[in-house]
């Protein structure tokens, strides 16, 4: 089965500054993909960003970008200049990329950013 | 597009009491899952959907758990007789076939049960 780690319960960040968050995965499988989400104190889940395991090219969106190590099965989120709104629960998660019963999310246990201004 | 739709956002009940939890999911979207957050358990998968057809119920707790999805706009997740450890959020998502198997969230019902 599955698993997703993330080892850090809590992070703290100073504004504009940079923070990584760490995630790492087992899996048996060669095709997967992987997510960060935030939960907002609203706790709506929102999508940050997303990895296809096939691509060697690590994804970015704007400030978001992630450390993707398939060998190492690590998936870490970098955030650059953090503003206050970042502060959030963050979740790594990961899915199979095949049908049937491998459409779950499996998620990591969270990590609660701070942002100090 | 609204995104995915949860009501009721708050429900408090007592002991007992049946509870039902409405989800219309993204006009379109061919899958629909429901999960559960607690502190003690995180997020967890409850079940899912395929066009309206429960593919995994592996995660249901027990019997006092059920869903239903009538057609490709509504989904019910009921509890009878509802217990104080059933108090969670739980959430409703919602995807479409293909790649890359993003899931859209609804913003979750927060359950009370005294």
């Known amino acids: 089965a599955q698993t997703v780690t993330q080892s850090q319960p809590e992070m703290s960040v100073q504004e504009a500054e940079t923070v990584t968050l760490s995630c790492t995965y087992d899996?048996?499988?060669?095709?997967?993909?992987l997510f960060w989400y935030k939960q907002p104190p609203s706790r709506q889940m929102i999508l940050v960003i997303r990895q296809e395991a096939y691509k060697q090219q690590n994804a970015t969106e704007n400030r978001f970008s992630v450390n993707f190590q398939k060998a190492a099965k690590s998936f870490s989120l970098k955030i650059s200049d953090s503003q206050l709104g970042d502060a959030a629960m963050y979740f790594c998660?990961?899915?199979?990329?095949?049908?049937?019963?491998?459409?779950?999310?499996?998620f990591g246990t969270g990590t609660l950013l701070a942002v100090q201004p | 597009d609204a995104g995915v739709i949860q009501s009721p956002r708050h429900e408090v009940t007592e002991m007992g009491q049946e509870v039902t939890l409405r989800c219309k999911p993204i006009?379109?979207?061919?899958?629909l899952f429901w999960y559960r957050q607690t502190m003690m358990r995180g997020l967890e998968l409850l079940i899912y959907f395929n066009n309206n057809v429960p593919i995994d119920d592996s995660g249901m707790p027990e019997d006092r758990f059920s869903a239903k999805m009538p057609n490709a706009s509504f989904s019910t997740l009921k509890i009878q007789p509802s217990e104080p450890r059933d108090s969670a959020v739980y959430f409703c998502?919602?995807?479409?076939?293909?790649?890359?198997?993003?899931?859209?969230f609804g913003p979750g019902t927060r359950l009370t049960v005294l």
């Open positions: 006009s379109g979207h061919d899958y």
């Open positions: 899996t048996s499988e060669s095709d997967y993909y």
């Open positions: 998502a919602s995807r479409a076939l293909g790649t890359p198997h993003e899931q859209f």
């Open positions: 998660a990961y899915s199979s990329s095949g049908g049937g019963a491998t459409n779950k999310l499996i």
